[in-house]
């Protein structure tokens, strides 16, 4: 039975192995017909033809893959030196701002001082900024460093050749001699707390004072001039019993959002 088997694939291959060889020469003599031989040399052309487009097609394909890794790189360096770019346009935008509403302070209120640069910030506890100026550059211990147009930042504090330590408003241990600019400019004493408010004491019980009136600093105080704004009255304390009132004024700027600053060096 295996050997019938055996005879019977051999018979299959023998017969298959013909009608190869019949293909083959009846397309051979087929070719040598000219109408015919036009017709498949047309064929053969087309599938040629065929056959390049479609390798075209597989190369396009298999190569899209890393070339859209590529622009998907170049793309993502882009964007990242557009998002430098646009950090530094803004930053220069915000310095820009700060330096005219300082400009704006100077010709207003013709004033003279140094402008500075805020280069370290403390603690809150401290409530403390370090400026890039210093004593070679006029600034003295007791001065006024203000922000915007004429708002009181704080008072120079320790000055070194190149630097010097500003204590801000609401620092725990800033005392500043105030003015509260109403009918009869009540003095007092702005001293910082906790947070951003200010708390202003030893106002006398007679005086009228009311929420939305501007504090000044009183100018009573070494090299502190008089009316630099410190912020406004956002509500007054009052007990009977107390020998004086006491009211709780708001910085009218952040102080924590600027970087350039004014000291100034003569009385506005």
């Known amino acids: 039975m295996l050997r019938q088997s055996r005879i ?57 893959e890393s070339s859209t890794n590529s622009q998907l790189n170049i793309c993502s360096d882009r964007l990242a030196e557009a998002s ?16 005219e509403s ?9 004033v003279v001082g140094v402008v500075a640069r805020i280069i370290t910030r403390s603690l809150p506890e401290t409530a403390e900024v ?15 460093a203000t922000i915007g147009r ?16 500003v204590r801000l408003v609401n620092s725990k241990v800033s005392s500043i001699p105030a003015m509260i600019i109403n009918t009869s400019r009540t003095i007092g004493l702005v001293e910082g707390q906790n947070g951003s408010v200010l708390r202003m004491q030893y106002i006398p019980l007679d005086a009228t004072i009311h929420e939305g009136d501007v504090v000044v600093t009183s100018g009573l105080a070494g090299n502190l001039p008089a009316n630099i704004v410190i912020g406004i009255v956002t509500s007054v304390i009052k007990v009977e019993t107390a020998p004086f009132q006491e ?3 708001e910085p009218l700027y952040d102080d924590r959002t600027w970087t350039n600053v004014l000291v100034l060096s003569s009385t506005p």
């Open 102 to 110: 300082l400009l704006g302070y100077i010709q207003e209120a013709k």
């Open 150 to 165: 004429g708002h009181l930042l704080g008072v120079v504090g320790s000055v070194n050749s190149g630097s010097a330590q």
């Open 130 to 144: 370090t400026i890039d100026k210093g004593s070679q550059d006029g600034i003295v211990s007791g001065s006024a």
């Open 8 to 64: 019977t694939k051999t018979g299959y291959g023998l017969r298959t192995a013909g009608i190869f060889f019949a293909i083959i020469i009846g397309y051979l003599l087929l070719r040598a017909i000219p109408p015919v031989g036009r017709v498949f040399n047309r064929l053969e052309h087309g599938l040629v033809v065929i056959g390049t487009g479609i390798g075209g097609i597989i190369s396009r394909v298999t190569s899209s």
């Open 247 to 249: 009211a709780l004024i």
């Open 84 to 99: 430098v770019q646009i950090t530094n346009l803004s930053e220069q935008a915000k310095n820009i701002s700060e330096l």
